[in-house]
């Protein structure tokens, strides 16, 4: 969990953005980026490196996946018919982890691959541990009853820096959210500006 955390604040660093909004980004206190070079002058982006960063971006927004990952996930929202980019973000906001982060039942994305993996979540009346299990409207998730006394979970739902999108209704009393929609990118509530068109760019020409 450690090493997760330190990685979640260099990506920020790398970015320059507070990419989860979080109160304890190092961004908050210093925008330029790390190492003894940080705060050297920047040239200007070309194309390439500005369409590279806005797919670092979304894939560290998601919990740091691997290229591989999403490159997977990518190929998908490429089929499925309609506008690629909102398919993307479509399939990444279907990923149980991230239904878990946006319903508050944890602090981070981070935390939420981990509480997905220990067992503490239920689809439907049935465990899943695996964080990339893709949610389908309708579906009913919930955290299983042991574990629904955890002091992390309850400090969770009462963070003030993020609330509960619309496409998710989620019951805290009960630790429930059901899966409304799928969302379009307009609907998802990212503290900062995600780009998927330019990652379809990116994925088009590399």
């Given at each position: 969990?450690?090493?997760?955390?330190?990685?979640?604040?260099?990506?920020?660093?790398?970015?320059?953005?507070?990419?989860?909004?979080?109160?304890?980004?190092?961004?908050?206190?210093?925008?330029?980026?790390?190492?003894?070079?940080?705060?050297?002058?920047?040239?200007?982006?070309?194309?390439?490196?500005?369409?590279?960063?806005?797919?670092?971006?979304?894939?560290?927004?998601?919990?740091?996946?691997?290229?591989?990952?999403?490159?997977?996930?990518?190929?998908?929202?490429?089929?499925?018919?309609?506008?690629?980019?909102?398919?993307?973000?479509?399939?990444?906001?279907?990923?149980?982890?991230?239904?878990?982060?946006?319903?508050?039942?944890?602090?981070?994305?981070?935390?939420?691959?981990?509480?997905?993996?220990?067992?503490?979540?239920?689809?439907?009346?049935?465990?899943?541990?695996?964080?990339?299990?893709?949610?389908?409207?309708?579906?009913?998730?919930?955290?299983?009853?042991?574990?629904?006394?955890?002091?992390?979970?309850?400090?969770?739902?009462?963070?003030?820096?993020?609330?509960?999108?619309?496409?998710l209704d989620?019951?805290?009393s009960k630790?429930?959210?059901?899966?409304?929609?799928?969302?379009?990118?307009?609907?998802?509530?990212?503290?900062?500006?995600?780009?998927?068109?330019?990652?379809?760019?990116?994925?088009?020409?590399?």
């Amino acid at each position: 969990m450690t090493k997760r955390t330190a990685a979640k604040y260099k990506i920020d660093r790398r970015m320059g953005e507070n990419i989860w909004g979080r109160p304890k980004s190092p961004v908050n206190r210093r925008e330029y980026g790390p190492g003894q070079h940080g705060q050297r002058r920047k040239g200007k982006i070309s194309d390439f490196g500005i369409q590279l960063r806005a797919k670092q971006k979304l894939k560290g927004y998601y919990g740091d996946l691997t290229e591989k990952q999403f490159r997977r996930i990518y190929g998908e929202a490429e089929r499925v018919k309609g506008d690629t980019g909102e398919n993307l973000i479509g399939l990444l906001e279907r990923r149980l982890d991230a239904v878990v982060y946006r319903a508050k039942f944890v602090a981070t994305v981070f935390a939420a691959r981990q509480f997905v993996n220990h067992g503490h979540v239920l689809v439907n009346g049935k465990r899943v541990n695996i964080p990339s299990y893709r949610v389908k409207e309708g579906d009913v998730i919930e955290v299983r009853e042991k574990s629904k006394q955890m002091a992390a979970l309850l400090e969770a739902t009462q963070l003030p820096e993020r609330d509960v999108p619309d496409y998710l209704d989620t019951d805290h009393s009960k630790f429930t959210a059901t899966f409304v929609r799928t969302p379009n990118l307009g609907d998802v509530p990212y503290p900062v500006v995600m780009e998927p068109n330019l990652v379809v760019e990116f994925y088009a020409k590399n």
